[in-house]
């Protein structure tokens, strides 16, 4: 019997959590013919892949994969060519799901059909929950410019997707190997041709927000990735034949984005690039002739270079004063 849900999980140096989170994965209320797990280890160097291993004796239908070491979002397209759901859902490593959740996830995708389903989710830190985002709720599917627009609120995470596996072929959606915040790069991507959104409005995943992760540890490779992002949805916004309402959603969150990298490189003392400087000027111009009016900070508007210096001392003040 074909599955109809897929879910994929990347695996790199994760010891200390893939366990809770398979076993999370396979604590539910839905048979397990209709869900598969494929773990694909991304050239793991500590023990990772043997805990998976003994993991796949009690779980026996759990699905490993091994490759050389391809990132996160090479370990992302090689789960998504191996999955054969309907549907397939990227679950982080060292994240979890709530108890018999899957039923009710699976149950709405057979009836509403969608291109994706946007799920709610809590952020764990020091073993609480310290925010937890529920999306609104829609009453029949929105096309993809929409969501983006309406509902998105700025959360581009991989993880609060499920696609449709058919609609990612279809519109050939993989993603972009090598770079971090892949997800900010794919999100807008997909949403440009998607037709069919949908939400659950309720909690479905345990974000673990850890020290070691790619948004605690920021290096120059960080905000270099994300500019290029942030280039690449300025070009499609110049050049997309998309509606309005989904140019104007990117166009915010190129804007929203560059204000947060910049606080990002001044928090972590890392200088700005000649092309990050000429990218600022292209999005004022561009939300000046634009219909919407985003409440950037007054100092960024006026002079790049001087926000960047003036938030970096008042930023790392603060952490010497109150870490």
Same mark, same amino acid.
């Given at each position: ?88 859902? %990227?679950?982080? @490593?060292?994240?979890? /799901?709530?108890? #018999?959740? =899957? ?5 709405? $995708? ?50 609060? %997707?499920?696609? @449709?596996?058919?609609? /990612?072929?279809? #519109?050939? =959606? ?5 770079? $971090? ?69 990117? $166009? ?72």
């Amino acid at each position: 019997m074909k599955p109809f849900l897929s879910i994929v999980v990347p695996v790199y140096n994760v010891e200390a959590y893939i366990e809770k989170c398979l076993r999370s994965v396979y604590n539910q209320d839905l048979s397990p013919v209709q869900f598969e797990v494929i773990v694909v280890n991304d050239g793991t160097k500590d023990k990772s892949l043997e805990i998976c291993e003994v993991l796949q004796k009690e779980f026996t239908d759990l699905k490993i994969i091994s490759q050389e070491n391809k990132g996160l979002s090479g370990a992302r397209n090689t789960g998504l060519s191996h999955a054969k759901g309907d549907y397939v859902w %990227f679950v982080d @490593s060292d994240d979890w /799901l709530p108890a #018999n959740c =899957l039923k009710q996830i699976v149950d709405t $995708l057979k009836i509403k059909s969608p291109d994706l389903l946007w799920l709610g989710h809590s952020v764990v830190h020091n073993g609480e929950i310290i925010r937890t985002y529920i999306p609104a709720p829609i009453d029949e599917p929105v096309a993809g410019d929409e969501f983006f627009a309406h509902h998105l609120q700025g959360l581009y995470y991989i993880w609060k %997707f499920i696609y @449709s596996r058919e609609f /990612l072929s279809n #519109n050939n =959606l993989f993603f972009y190997e090598g770079l $971090l915040y892949e997800d900010l790069e794919f999100t807008p991507r997909a949403l440009e041709v998607a037709q069919r959104c949908i939400t659950l409005t309720d909690s479905f995943y345990f974000y673990l927000m850890r020290e070691g992760s790619i948004v605690n540890k920021v290096k120059a490779k960080n905000v270099e990735n994300r500019f290029f992002i942030l280039e690449n949805h300025y070009k499609r916004y110049k050049e997309t034949t998309s509606s309005n309402l989904y140019r104007n959603a990117l $166009l915010y969150t190129c804007i929203e984005s560059f204000a947060g990298t910049i606080k990002m490189a001044a928090r972590s003392g890392i200088k700005l690039s000649h092309s990050s400087r000429s990218l600022w000027k292209l999005l004022k111009t561009a939300e000046k002739k634009s219909e919407i009016n985003y409440p950037y900070d007054k100092l960024l508007a006026i002079n790049l270079p001087l926000y960047h210096r003036v938030y970096g001392v008042l930023a790392r003040t603060y952490k010497l004063l109150f870490k």
